[in-house]
């Protein structure tokens, strides 16, 4: 089990950065895919961006270029750094975890939450 604490969220104005952190606590953070995902009001919940076990990336195509995710697991802590900020990146910021290989995950794996931070930027 992993479980998953998330930091570094606030009220920002357009334009300006945040980074946010995902501390794992539990089995260590090396055999987990981790990713952010995020929720507006009203909406569905989206993927944000996911790093694999190697490291490699995925983003969403609304943040592709303003942020960036990475891993140390060393320090079981996922950093998101986001710049850039809009409007239309406010939502509730979760932190996810779900054991893989690459940026393959296993079927049978479980996901683990965290219990999500606020991000807001005002129009």
């Known amino acids: 089990q992993v479980q998953l604490v998330e930091s570094g969220g606030g009220l920002v104005q357009p334009g300006e950065s945040l980074r946010l952190s995902c501390v794992a606590s539990?089995?260590?953070?090396?055999?987990?895919?981790m990713a952010w995902y995020r929720q507006a009001p009203g909406k569905q919940m989206e993927l944000v961006a996911r790093i694999g076990t190697g490291a490699k990336t995925v983003y969403a195509d609304s943040v592709k270029g303003r942020f960036t995710l990475s891993r140390d697991n060393a320090k079981n802590t996922v950093l998101m750094r986001m710049s850039n900020l809009k409007p239309e990146d406010t939502a509730v910021y979760y932190c996810?975890?779900?054991?893989?290989?690459?940026?393959?995950?296993?079927?049978?794996?479980?996901?683990?939450w965290g219990q999500g931070i606020q991000v807001t930027v005002p129009s």
């Open positions: 996810h975890a779900r054991e893989g290989f690459d940026l393959e995950y296993v079927p049978s794996a479980v996901a683990y």
């Open positions: 539990g089995n260590g953070l090396s055999p987990y895919i």
